[in-house]
């Protein structure tokens, strides 16, 4: 006669099992709907892009140019080699750059004459930095236009090094990610792209 014997698994163990079976279900589906949230954003943003390039010519016949407000959608910053597209918001609060690339407050607008600072998130939007060479075309489509720019240098720099903020004489364009790509956690350092006007 055979004898099986059951072994039954502690009730702490199977708790355990449930407790992190739930959390992993938990994370999967807030990182989901995040992506989903950002994904819808960038096609609302895009969109309402398009409507201020098709109202541009009526309202400048009408009335100023209204002041920029945080959360306005600037424009769409496109890297033609890279296959990069995604929309720019003023600000760079922790919302903003979930949905997009953030313009940072305080430089100067993109096709304007300064420094026009643009930063995002290495792990979503800016992953694509990482390929990115000297000479590589930047295009950034605005309600005035199509600026474009040319890359100059890529630098890699502590969070703390503002001299990446500073304004230029020249129409000069500034992408700011954390860096490296791949590091879990917060970033130690920041990956610079320059580029200018051309």
């Not at 959390?23 to 409507?51: C, I, P």
Request: proline share 6%; with cysteine.
């Amino acid at each position: 006669m055979k004898i099986i014997i059951s072994r039954q698994i502690p009730r702490w163990l199977r708790a355990i099992r449930y407790i992190l079976f739930f959390a992993g279900l938990v994370a999967f589906v807030y990182v989901g709907l995040t992506l989903l949230d950002a994904r819808l954003y960038q096609a609302s943003a895009k969109s309402s892009l398009e409507h201020q390039i098709q109202m541009e010519p009526v309202r400048n016949r009408i009335e100023p140019r209204p002041a920029v407000k945080m959360g306005d959608v600037l424009g769409r910053l496109d890297i033609p080699r890279l296959g990069l597209s995604v929309a720019i918001s003023q600000g760079t609060t922790s919302r903003i750059l979930r949905l997009g690339a953030g313009h940072i407050i305080g430089t100067s607008l993109p096709g304007e004459a300064g420094n026009s600072v643009i930063a995002a998130h290495r792990d979503t939007f800016f992953r694509e930095l990482k390929d990115i060479h000297r000479n590589d075309e930047i295009q950034i489509q605005a309600t005035t236009g199509v600026f474009r720019y040319q890359v100059d240098w890529v630098r890699i720099v502590s969070p703390d090094d503002s001299s990446v903020l500073a304004p230029s004489a020249e129409s000069a364009l500034t992408l700011i990610t954390c860096y490296p790509f791949y590091f879990v956690g917060p970033a130690p350092n920041r990956f610079v792209v320059r580029a200018h006007e051309h």
